[in-house]
């Protein structure tokens, strides 16, 4: 069979051999890799100025964003690098709701008077929970929290098409729903077989369909590039039914074969895996086929279509990055639920205890079950911001870093823009006077091009990451 053609970018093999190292994907500035013990009373403090800060500002500042984390899944797939509990069993999904509502009644509380205007349910496989669990724990956050209303807040909840009908589609909605997301990962059987996820292009259109119908107003779903026996040609097969489902949103995401660090991952053969550089011909690709559908390239994963909300954002300069991938409501405190979630509240990130045991006994003692944490100094603040408007927007005026934060840009950046120097050389950006702008090739490596301006990578080293390609 004929292969499609790479667009490539035309990133040739020397550059994909210079700049497939590992790196993080920023979603956060810093890294989790930052996170040293932190305690319930620091994570109290961080709130209580965070709180003092929102009545200072206007109402956008006053917003909340909630995640929820919820582990569990009936299944394993093979390349999940996610937290998460593997169980058939339904006893475990009444306990974890227990202490979620328990964890609720200490931190909300510490909000009070505050808006929500985003949420979202993670996982793990969040429809684990059956009907009245789901009502459940909607109803402890809707009592705990003011939220906006379903024309102005974003609430949403992934899924898993191989366990969630049509009419339990409509049930979420009911719930008080109104965005969904959910993997796909690849439509190609012997790719399914591989990673031990078989799910058909009826099942997906199915649920995507009653998605639609009862009126949700975004549908994203995930892929991902880098899975076993994918090649261009049979990638670009799925990239054709993914138009041909038109969903709002689209993430392609990069395997990172890490078996040391996620044992399911052991069950795939590296020998079965394509190359580097097929990898980003198959990412190139996906620019290509999405892009010419209709779709905005958002950045490094996320493409959307003109009139969603990432979309929007990305033109009006306020999209951001944070642990669910690109996003909106900047403005927003981020409060997460569950074991593994991860806050970000004013300036600061805090991680709750990963393991479920911990977090039973940290809540049955009455505590807070934060574990990890960093508080960001005002040099976090500035590289943040620069790594934050490269990656979000692919420009970045110097004039708006150095009137935020009162610097002298190319003063306070001089080493990193020597070392950005040999990108441009290589075509991956322009450097002006008072401006960077990424170009396309660029574009495909952003995280490198951040990895400059990372102070933390410069000072050691990056075998916990990914390989950017």
Not at 26 to 39: E, V
Not at 155 to 170: K, S
């Amino acid at each position: 069979m004929k292969q499609p053609e790479s667009t490539a970018q035309e990133v040739n093999a020397d550059l994909i051999r210079r700049y497939n190292v590992s790196g993080p994907r920023y979603t956060s500035y810093p890294t989790a890799l930052q996170f040293a013990p932190y305690t319930e009373a620091a994570f109290k403090e961080v709130v209580k100025s965070s709180m003092l800060s929102a009545k200072r500002s206007n109402n956008k500042g006053e917003d909340l964003s909630i995640y929820v984390h919820i582990p569990f899944c009936a299944t394993l797939c093979y390349y999940c690098a996610c937290n998460k509990i593997v169980t058939k069993k339904r006893e475990p999904a009444a306990e974890y709701l227990a202490l979620l509502k328990q964890e609720l009644a200490l931190v909300a509380p510490l909000f009070k008077g505050r808006m929500v205007s985003q949420l979202h349910w993670g996982g793990g496989t969040p429809t684990f929970f059956d009907d009245d669990q789901l009502i459940e724990l909607m109803n402890a956050l809707k009592a705990a929290f003011d939220f906006r209303s379903d024309r102005e807040g974003e609430f949403g909840i992934e899924i898993d098409p191989r366990t969630v009908d049509a009419e339990r589609v409509g049930y979420l909605r009911r719930c008080g729903f109104n965005r969904l997301s959910f993997g796909i990962q690849d439509f190609n059987p012997v790719v399914q077989k591989a990673v031990n996820r078989i799910q058909t292009y009826a099942q997906t259109e199915e649920i995507l369909n009653a998605a639609r119908d009862n009126g949700f107003e975004s549908i994203s779903v995930d892929l991902i590039y880098g899975l076993p026996h994918q090649s261009l040609f049979t990638f670009d097969e799925t990239l054709k039914q993914i138009i041909d489902l038109r969903p709002d949103r689209v993430s392609i995401f990069n395997y990172a074969h890490l078996p040391e660090r996620f044992s399911p991952q052991k069950r795939i053969l590296v020998s079965d895996l394509p190359a580097p550089n097929e990898k980003l011909e198959i990412l190139s690709l996906c620019i290509e086929r999405l892009t010419g559908a209709g779709y905005v390239y958002i950045g490094m994963d996320h493409f959307a279509l003109p009139d969603d909300e990432l979309a929007i954002a990305q033109k009006e300069g306020t999209l951001h990055r944070n642990f669910q991938g690109y996003s909106t409501y900047a403005d927003c405190d981020l409060l997460a639920l569950g074991v593994t979630g991860i806050s970000h509240i004013g300036d600061s990130y805090s991680q709750n205890v990963k393991d479920l045991e911990t977090y039973r006994e940290k809540l049955q003692a009455g505590s807070i079950p934060v574990e990890k944490g960093v508080l960001i100094d005002q040099d976090d603040l500035i590289r943040k911001a620069v790594i934050n408007a490269l990656i979000c927007q692919f420009e970045l005026t110097f004039a708006t870093i150095e009137n935020t934060f009162d610097i002298d840009f190319q003063a306070y950046f001089s080493q990193e823009l020597d070392t950005l120097k040999l990108m441009a050389a290589d075509g991956l950006l322009v450097i002006s006077s008072g401006q960077i702008k990424v170009q396309e090739s660029g574009r495909l490596l952003i995280r490198n091009i951040c990895m400059v301006f990372d102070r933390y990578i410069s000072s050691g080293g990056t075998q916990a990451f990914s390989r950017a390609i």
